[in-house]
């Protein structure tokens, strides 16, 4: 079973900076099987990322993903007010799926 | 546009089972392109893989939940749904139900319910 750990727990930071969130797996992660998701208080999470690099539809491009093997990276080029939220990588391997426990992205 | 909808009791006594259904909308359940399945939330907590299945009814488990959980398919209701047994406190989470697509990545969700353990 794959775990993954994201770093840091929470982000301060203020609107217009950088945002980097890392995702480490335990093990190596096809880079076709990495997700991100961003998710606001009493909403389901929304899928950013697939695929470790590729925007879901509708996702601005100040959002990019990168990385492969254990570690993966999400970047928010520049944060927008609407982005302080929490953030969630996901993983697949062998039929068995695993998220991290998320890193919140707060405003500083 | 697909939506899928969860339903089920959101208070369950403890030892007895959790049922929950998802309702899918706005397209067919009966595809190979999708992975329909679970996930939950325990209140201010992080994200769980409850469990995965194709809609010929193979399924894939959480190991720490596989003991207890029964997951099905209803193509003629386009509804999948879930069933976990014994429960006790530590399963009162907020449950979601999720469709997966490209690289297994979740595309879709439910709003998602809560569902309260007494």
């Known amino acids: 079973e794959v775990v993954l750990t994201q770093s840091p727990g929470t982000l301060s930071l203020s609107p217009g900076e950088r945002a980097t969130l890392s995702c480490r797996a335990s093990q190596s992660v096809s880079s076709s099987f990495l997700a991100w998701y961003q998710q606001k208080p009493g909403q389901a999470p929304r899928l950013l990322i697939y695929s470790a690099s590729t925007r879901a539809t509708g996702i601005p491009d100040r959002f990019s993903g990168s990385g492969s093997g254990t570690d993966f990276t999400l970047t928010i080029a520049r944060l927008e007010p609407e982005d302080f939220a929490v953030y969630y990588c996901q993983q697949y391997g062998r039929s068995l799926w695993s998220f991290g426990q998320g890193t919140k992205v707060e405003i500083k | 546009q697909m939506q899928l909808q969860e339903s089920g009791p959101g208070l369950v006594k403890a030892s007895e089972p959790l049922s929950l259904t998802c309702t899918v909308s706005g397209g067919s359940i009966s595809t190979f392109t999708y992975y329909w399945g679970w996930i939950r939330q325990p209140p201010g907590k992080g994200l769980e893989w409850i469990g995965s299945?194709?809609?010929?009814?193979?399924?894939f488990y959480n190991p720490s939940l596989k003991s207890r959980l029964t997951m099905s398919v209803d193509t003629s209701k386009n509804e999948f749904s879930l069933k976990l047994n014994s429960v006790t406190a530590a399963d009162t989470a907020v449950y979601f139900c999720a469709r997966y697509s490209i690289g297994y990545s979740i595309d879709e969700w439910g709003q998602g319910t809560l569902v309260s353990v007494s």
């Open positions: 299945m194709d809609y010929s009814g193979t399924t």
